[in-house]
């Protein structure tokens, strides 16, 4: 069960501010409200891995699923991210909201696993990384991996779809039960000068990684 209802989830995070000048180089594109909620709704209702949970956001940017995860009654949300701009807004956000037991680091995510202080911290981790589509290829499966370092639980991420059978190679790599939860269709509205369209949907999927028997 979640603790409120999915239309005032997505309500609540229509109302939230978003990147003012997005990076290309870090890939910043805003998260969809409406996608944010479904999917965050469904990882409490199918899975249970959010109320009461300890969660962690890996490029958490302005805040989308680190603020949607605590209103679904996370006991404690932590948000990290490398961009300063970003996690500006993202205190503007909770503070706007008054929201307490939201915090967020400022770090190179990638790093993280390198410090052993995160690690197997979390019971869950959610995560939009970039997909790596410009000068970041493979970025998204490092995003992956870290999150795998973190947490106890279980590992949400987004990925092109196109991605989907190399992704199903990778986890068994990892030692790590995959699976995608949901196709969705990405709609990215235009943000930099490069684009040609108003907007363009992204056939997307959204896996989740069992970590629960990682070091069994």
């Given at each position: 069960m979640a603790?409120?209802?999915l239309k005032k989830l997505e309500e609540y995070l229509q109302c939230l501010d978003n990147f003012q000048k997005p990076k290309i180089n870090l890939e910043q594109y805003n998260t969809p409200p409406h996608i944010a909620s479904c999917v965050l709704y469904n990882i409490q209702t199918l899975y249970g891995d959010i109320e009461g949970k300890y969660v962690g956001d890996l490029g958490c940017g302005c805040g989308m699923l680190s603020?949607?995860?605590?209103?679904l009654g996370a006991g404690m949300t932590i948000g990290f991210e490398i961009d300063d701009d970003a996690l500006n807004i993202f205190q503007a956000n909770v503070s706007e909201m008054?929201?307490?037991n939201i915090d967020c680091v400022l770090c190179d995510v990638l790093a993280l696993p390198n410090s052993k202080k995160w690690e197997n911290t979390f019971?869950?981790?959610?995560?939009?990384?970039?997909?790596g589509t410009k000068n970041n290829i493979g970025i998204d499966m490092s995003f992956v991996q870290t999150g795998i370092a973190l947490s106890s639980g279980a590992v949400y991420s987004f990925h092109k779809s196109s991605t989907r059978d190399y992704i199903h190679k990778?986890?068994?790599d990892?030692?790590?039960k995959g699976n995608v939860v949901a196709e969705l269709?990405?709609?990215i509205d235009t943000c930099y000068s490069f684009h040609k369209s108003k907007s363009v949907d992204i056939n997307v999927d959204f896996w989740r990684f069992d970590?629960?028997?990682k070091n069994v």
């Open positions: 603790c409120i209802k603020i949607g995860s605590f209103l008054e929201l307490p019971d869950t981790i959610v995560t939009n990384p970039p997909f990778k986890v068994k990892w030692n790590v269709k990405y709609n970590v629960s028997e």
